[in-house]
């Protein structure tokens, strides 16, 4: 059995982590000892106590616990489940634990509505990603949600000391102790994995920390592609970005480059130097665009240098949102249904029906004018007095607004 099985607590107060719900006077703490146990999801990473939770939880209501995962249940597993409750067997209750129910489709998610709202089975599911988006939304409204929490080093550094000792290592270093607990990622399970190690591969002998370093996972980054963990650190790249951080920026960076995750990197870069720096630092898309250039034609571990300097360039530039606001006003415009006709000095030359009150394009070519400018009316009748763009507060755009002002004040003409 792996030493996370053999070392897996038998109450709560032997649970690492999760004070915020199981310390004493918190929510579900308080819901366990009550008895009462209701339908519940949990909600966080691998290897925080969510399985470990649902067995305590089973030992102290003498419920009869049966687990399902949602990677290989299928419906004919789940009304086993429902058959289990309605006889001998289901005396006492059934406390039915659906690991990764993200996985069930909606039909199989439906098929214990019923059940759980009647009370045939108390149902304790867990799952990785968030369950707002997962989880079919009448099953959420009949569970109440708990979200676990990735260990600090501090609240992992018990369970790996114990470990070892159950290994028969018990003269460890609290250095091994430190560098395990800090590489696992928030994950007990990794850190009593890599603890397990460090006893087979030392055979009896000193387990250093140059040892437990190598054998630390470097899975310890929680990354999944498709999932929550992938979308929450490309926000937290772009976000600190947009907030001038760049040593934030490049720790999240180099999470993407471990995980070789290149085309979101590059696409976030591109649409940062748009979104967040647009007019304020003109240059920053084309520095964008030729350092994600050279990323892509250098390939890892080389890719890493040109992305780093975007980053830098894009934390360090000024920052104005303008474009977006002034694209966005317009497109709510026109999606509102305000349109109108094109005024007919913007129009293709053509010929002017019968009824045409005024004959003729009548366009004024700027050019001809000094400054290369001539007032004249180019947004519809509808909307001629809109405004979607506004200069925002940074050198560059302060120098195009002072541009706009002289040509218009200098070299307008009224015809």
């Known amino acids: 059995m792996p030493l996370a099985d053999r070392i897996r607590p038998k109450n709560l107060d032997e649970l690492a982590g999760q004070t915020h719900l199981l310390a004493p006077g918190k929510p579900l703490r308080a819901i366990i000892e009550s008895g009462d146990v209701p339908n519940m999801i949990f909600y966080g990473s691998s ?14 209501t003498n419920m009869r616990l049966r ?83 990735p260990l600090s080093p501090e609240e992992a550094a018990p369970a790996v000391r114990r470990g070892f ?3 028969g290592a018990n003269d460890v270093s609290d250095e091994v102790i430190r ?15 890599a603890a397990e190690l460090c006893v087979l591969t030392a055979s009896g002998g000193e387990i250093t920390a140059e040892t437990a370093r190598g054998l630390i996972q470097k899975s310890s980054m929680k ?17 600190s970005v947009r907030g001038s951080d760049e040593n934030a920026a ?12 290149l085309p979101s990197i590059c696409r976030r870069l591109l649409v940062t130097a748009a979104e967040d720096i ?62 109108g006709e094109i005024p007919r000095q913007l129009q293709n030359k053509h010929c002017d029906g019968a009824g045409a009150a005024v004959k003729g394009q009548h366009y004024l070519y700027p050019h001809d004018y000094p400054n290369g400018y001539v007032k004249q009316q180019y947004l519809p009748d509808i909307l001629k007095d809109r405004v979607y763009y506004k200069f925002g507060d940074n050198k560059n755009e302060r120098a195009a607004r002072a541009y706009r002002e002289r040509i218009t004040g200098g070299g307008e003409r009224e015809l």
């Open 278 to 339: 647009g007019p304020a630092y003109p240059n920053a898309i084309a520095i964008a665009k030729a350092c994600v250039d050279s990323a892509l034609q250098l390939g890892f571990p080389e890719a890493r240098i040109p992305l780093a300097e975007a980053v830098i360039v894009l934390c360090t530039a000024p920052k104005s949102n303008s474009a977006v606001i002034a694209i966005d006003g317009a497109i709510a415009d026109i999606e509102a249904g305000k349109t």
């Open 165 to 167: 000792a159950l290994s």
């Open 250 to 261: 490049l720790h999240y960076l180099a999470r993407l480059i471990l995980a070789g995750d």
């Open 223 to 239: 990354y999944d592609r498709s999932g929550d963990e992938h979308y929450d650190i490309l926000s937290a790249f772009q976000k």
């Open 67 to 149: 687990k399902l995962n949602g990677t290989s249940a299928s419906t004919a597993d789940i009304k086993a489940v429902i058959a289990e409750s309605k006889s001998l067997l289901g005396y006492g209750g059934i406390l039915l634990y659906l690991d990764e129910i993200q996985y069930l489709n909606k039909k199989q998610q439906q098929s214990l509505l019923e059940h759980i709202e009647n009370g045939d089975v108390t149902m304790i599911a867990s799952t990785t990603e968030n369950p707002f988006f997962y989880v079919y939304g009448a099953i959420l409204s009949r569970c109440t949600v708990f979200e676990f929490k």
């Open 179 to 193: 560098v395990i607990a800090e590489g696992c990622g928030g994950d007990v399970r990794k850190a009593l994995n």
């Open 47 to 60: 290897g925080v106590g969510k399985t470990t939770l649902a067995d305590i939880i089973a030992d102290r």
